[in-house]
């Protein structure tokens, strides 16, 4: 079956596993092989076989891996990098110029806002943080010079949901672009175009992947003009997928929908047996029906999603202690992964944020949710609390 010769629309499920990975027509290999290539032999010169120079420019198996993420989400193109960040950083050089402003959510990925203060800050863009789920309050962040309102829903790491499309037409009244950082959530679980999105961003070493075994980012988006600009900074940069890189990430997305269905269960099995220990005196997770999103993620997403944050009652050493003292959760940065893990954002993922607006409370321990047996999950985090109160 090829999805390029077939008009009917397919769903997600089967445009993950198909979209881009036509079989190799020279032997009928039905996994694209890998280009491990750096260049590409021409027939004459500039006689490019299928378009493709060279790999900073172009590269089959990243172009599959291009073509599969622009239709999961829904967006026309896709442009795939070799991580999150640099992918963010293509997108910000390619949309702004010193003078810029932007406005981004007051909890998100602390390398997200260390890039905008400490490498885009000195280019003359200026960063201003917002609770976003207050209108009022984003409204009275933006100036003239904003350029772009930047938002990830869920949230790293306080899991906090924002009304995408109400977002979008704040954004869009003041002739703003709205970025929108779908890591957490995943084109499985939320569509931010179909919200009303310009661009969406992901760290696709995360859900995407899968795996814990590759590092990438990805920019979608419907602007040819933007394409442009950051199709550009890609050849120009060359923070590229490399193609092993981009065929693992590939081969992660085929099973993204029914992986995101399994961490979201486990999740809420996690999130509902955490919400009944007193030792915890936060749960943060949008599939419980006393998180303040939980009613906007029920409308906004299919799925409440992997990640969980909880709040220990007491204090900070008894949340960097619980963080050490689990056997199935390893302790590591990251997420997404098939396995679970447990972090320390204060310390971890969020060290660059401290004493700034986006600080993360000290008493905060962020999990990843895997899709090992949710009974085992919540014994080992049961266990962990026995340790701790030795
Ligand atoms: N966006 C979010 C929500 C993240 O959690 C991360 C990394 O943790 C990134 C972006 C950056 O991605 P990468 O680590 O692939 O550069």
């Excluded at 829904?74 to 293509?90: Q, T, V």
């Excluded at 602390?110 to 000195?122: A, C, E, K, S, V």
């Excluded at 943080?129 to 350029?147: N, W």
């Amino acid at each position: 079956m090829s999805t390029q010769h077939d008009d009917t629309p397919q769903h997600f499920d089967t445009l993950a596993i198909h979209a881009g990975q036509e079989f190799d027509p020279t032997t009928g290999a039905i996994i694209p092989p890998i280009y491990q290539t750096s260049t590409f032999v021409q027939d004459g010169i500039g006689g490019f076989r299928g378009g493709y120079e060279y790999n900073r420019s172009g590269n089959p198996t990243r172009t599959s891996l291009e073509t599969q993420l622009a239709a999961l989400e829904g967006g026309a193109h896709a442009r795939s990098f070799s991580s999150g960040l640099a992918a963010e950083d293509a997108l910000l050089r390619a949309a702004l110029k010193p003078g810029d402003h932007i406005v981004i959510g007051n909890d998100v990925y602390g390398g997200t806002y260390r890039l905008l203060t400490r490498i885009f800050g000195p280019w003359g863009i200026e960063t201003t943080t917002a609770e976003l789920g207050d209108l009022d309050a984003v409204r009275a962040a933006m100036r003239p010079s904003t350029r772009i309102v930047w938002v990830e829903t869920p949230s790293n790491p306080l899991l906090k949901i924002t009304d995408v499309a109400a977002l979008a037409e704040l954004a869009h009244g003041a002739g703003a672009t709205l970025v929108v950082d779908n890591t957490f959530a995943t084109p499985a679980l939320q569509r931010p175009f179909e919200l009303g999105a310009d661009v969406v961003v992901h760290s696709t070493t995360k859900y995407l992947g899968g795996h814990s075994d590759v590092l990438g980012g990805a920019v979608v988006l419907r602007d040819d003009a933007l394409l442009e600009a950051v199709g550009f900074q890609q050849f120009a940069v060359g923070a590229v997928s490399a193609p092993l890189d981009a065929w693992l990430t590939t081969r992660g997305i085929k099973t993204l929908g029914v992986r995101m269905q399994r961490h979201s269960e486990n999740a809420q099995a996690v999130a509902e047996w955490a919400a009944g220990r007193a030792e915890f005196e936060a749960v943060y997770y949008p599939g419980l029906s006393s998180h303040p999103g939980h009613d906007l993620a029920a409308r906004q997403m299919t799925g409440f999603g992997g990640m969980v944050s909880v709040g220990l009652a007491a204090g900070p050493a008894a949340a960097r202690a619980y963080a050490e003292s689990t056997r199935v959760f390893q302790l590591a940065e990251s997420l997404g992964g098939v396995e679970s893990l447990i972090g320390y954002p204060p310390d971890m993922t969020h060290a660059s944020v401290r004493g700034t607006a986006l600080a993360v409370p000290e008493n905060v321990v962020r999990l990843s949710v895997g899709i090992e047996d949710a009974g085992d999950l919540v014994a080992d985090l049961e266990a962990a609390l026995g340790r701790i109160a030795r």
